[in-house]
């Protein structure tokens, strides 16, 4: 039985290149597969600054969110990676089959210590670790994630070759779960959209249709539209890689006819992307209002989570602690 993995970080409300990156591919999943964990990673928030006292509305607000966009607690478990202290518990057992040379090598740590050299811990550094540990703890097969976290997933398969070279065949290899979505850009057409790194370059999923509209007439085209005649090209455009998400067959090729020709404006093509974005998000709109008037809903479901992957982590700290020789706890 193939079990399916993955999570997120709860860096607010969950943005447009995180539903079409890496949620939808969750649902898609766990339709077709009986076993389906996703999880919060609240503890690797703590390798950069944040606020505390916002953490648990980030939380919670990411739980209404995961909800609203249709995961399912009866056929996932959905948890805080805090609840299960097993996480950390075989995060420093994997560091000792963790290469020193292979996680300097990590481009999120070189990316994130270089944006923010005040912040170089130890913990931004082993942050591949925990995150193998995360998913070697319920001995995934599949984690479906965006493309900025493959590396992390091909050393999640290093470290899991290497503890078993060392004390036995405990851990399958994890493979990736790709969406065919290229990355979705930010405002300025040039960095990943991210919550995280800019407040100002993410577009909100349950923003206002108006709000929306604002947002995305400030995102960058393809620059070789400098005047409303320039002809363009839509594949190197990130609001032709939206259209591609979300609008259909007759539209995209509307955009390319128009695109390419100068026929039709920037202007024209964003107001049609904001149309589809709206009509293909109405419906989480709405079941996101419901669950948010749900008393208590995101505690249960939190709850009810844990205690289920607590029976799975605990279990494979079992055998871990028999394979490493430590004397049985009781
Ligand atoms: N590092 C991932 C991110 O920032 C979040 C994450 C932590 C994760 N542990 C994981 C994703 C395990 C998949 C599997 O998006
Ligand atoms: Fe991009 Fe659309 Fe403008 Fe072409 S018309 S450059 S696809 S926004």
Redesign the pocket.
Known sequence: MKTVFSGIQPSGELHLGNYLGAVRNWVALQEQYPSNLFFIADYHVLTQPYDPKALPGRVSEMVLDLLALGIDPDRSLLFLQSSVSQHTELAWVLSNAAGFGDLERMTQFKDKSAHNPEHINAGLFTYPVLQAADILLYKAALVPVGQDQVQHIELTRRIARAFNHRWGATFPEPEVALTNMPKLLGLDGKAKMSKSLDNHIALSLFADPKKLRKRLAK?A??P??VQREDP???D?????TM?KAVSSEADLAW??Q???TAG???V???TR?AENLETHLAGFVTKRAELAATPGIVGEVLDAGAVKARVIASETMREVREKLGLWPSR
């Open positions: 995102f085209t393809d070789a539209r363009g090209n839509p190197v455009c990130n609001i032709f259209h955009v390319r128009g695109c390419t039709i404006g920037c024209d093509c964003k992307l």
